[in-house]
């Protein structure tokens, strides 16, 4: 009891908070399961992503807004295609390369509802932003959400990170699926690249 009370508060929550996902990492990996999961695995699994029927990929960033029906809304800009190298052009499991952005696939994202682009007030910029992009992961926070259209539902993950030349600029990059389950698993892979990358975790805690 001595020891633990000596223990800065912060550190107390930052330890459970990995204890937490350790027990997250337990409970989503089937007890017969044999192939040990990896940053390389998790990358792969994320890659796989862009071959998915039903999986969307896009790009945003804090300030791209639109209006629609008055209110501000989020331009999302589709993704085509990533890599696991770093700036080097070398493999790097803790590090996405987003190497082709589609500024013709956009979509706008408002209180949780989705719009055509068309329905905005303002027109859509093209060229926002100049592939390649680099998401670090070890310095991402990942969260996730669910968006509505009128004959959807759907569920998203998205990690934050910063550009090269914009580093105050938070950007996001997002998969989204109607399914759950698979959102969880999409959850899961970005959330232990975040663990496994993250340079502050090297000794485990």
């Known amino acids: 009891m001595t020891i633990l009370s000596a223990l800065p508060a912060n550190a107390c929550l930052y330890s459970a908070a ?12 089937p007890a017969s399961a044999q192939v040990k999961q990896t940053a390389e695995g998790a ?4 890659s796989s992503m862009f071959e998915m029927p039903g999986v969307s990929k896009w790009l945003i ?3 791209q807004t639109r209006l629609v029906n008055g209110n501000p ?13 770093d700036r080097t052009g070398a493999k790097n499991a803790c590090t996405t390369q987003i190497s082709k952005i589609r ?7 408002s209180g949780g509802a989705f719009y055509n682009v068309g329905d905005s007030a303002l027109p859509a910029l093209p060229g926002v932003f100049a592939a390649p992009l680099y998401v670090d992961w070890g310095k991402t ?13 759907w569920h998203f993950v998205s990690a934050r990170f910063t550009i090269d030349n914009a ?38 805690f």
Request: aromatic share 8%; net charge negative.
């Open 167 to 204: 580093k105050t600029v938070p950007v996001y990059f997002r998969l989204s699926t109607q399914d759950s389950a698979l959102a969880d698993r999409i959850e899961y892979a970005m959330k232990f690249l975040q663990m496994s990358c993250d340079v502050s975790a090297k000794d485990g």
């Open 103 to 109: 500024f013709d696939q956009t979509t706008l994202e």
């Open 141 to 153: 926070s990942v969260s996730r959400g669910i968006g509505t259209n009128p004959t959807s539902t």
């Open 61 to 63: 960033a804090d300030g």
């Open 73 to 85: 809304a989020l331009l999302l800009i589709g993704l085509e295609q990533i890599e696991h190298v």
């Open 43 to 46: 990358q792969a699994f994320i």
């Open 18 to 29: 990995r204890v937490a996902f350790a027990a997250m990492v337990l409970a989503a990996a």
